[in-house]
């Protein structure tokens, strides 16, 4: 791809994050409901989400292992992907609440499948929050994703 397509591209990016920004005089209760849900794809919270049933057996316990696994190895991806891309981000806070989310929500929901709709709308709804609140741009979410997908996807057929 061309230079001029790529700034094209990342300006349209730019675009859609802040038509989806939610403004500094949104209702309280709005930001903090954006808020809240993005810190339930944090680190922590993913890593628990992943982890804890460890301590379980069977079903439980085997998925747990290939969700940790997912959400390592993912991030890793995500890491060497942010290195090699160089891109400014729109926030000095960068954190893989997106991939995180989706990487527990797919393995999770290929394990329990009657789980699989709201876990997968929950991890939406994580990624949509860090465009929504201003720290993401929405291709940046998205590619998160794929590599959540990937990775998931990569590691489950193993």
């Excluded at 675009?15 to 922590?44: K, Q």
């Excluded at 290939?66 to 995500?78: G, P």
Aim: aromatic share 6%; charged share 10%.
């Amino acid at each position: 791809m061309s230079a001029p397509l790529l700034l094209r591209l990342g300006d349209h990016d730019r675009a859609l994050m802040l038509r989806c920004v939610i403004r500094p005089s949104a209702p309280r209760g709005s930001r903090l409901t954006w808020t809240v849900l993005t810190h339930l794809g944090g680190t922590s919270v993913s890593l628990l989400a992943a982890g804890l049933p460890l301590l379980s057996c069977c079903a439980f316990h085997q998925a747990a292992k290939l969700a940790l696994a997912t959400v390592a190895l993912s991030h890793l991806f995500v890491q060497i992907a942010k290195r090699t891309v160089a891109r400014r981000r729109p926030a000095k806070v960068v954190h893989g609440h997106a991939t995180a989310s989706m990487s527990v929500a797919l393995v999770y929901g290929m394990a329990f499948p009657t789980w699989a709709v709201p876990l997968l709308v929950l991890a939406l709804l994580i990624g949509f929050s860090r465009v929504r609140l201003g720290v993401h741009f929405p291709s940046d979410v998205l590619v998160g994703q794929l590599i959540a997908a990937l990775t998931a996807a990569g590691l489950s057929a193993l």
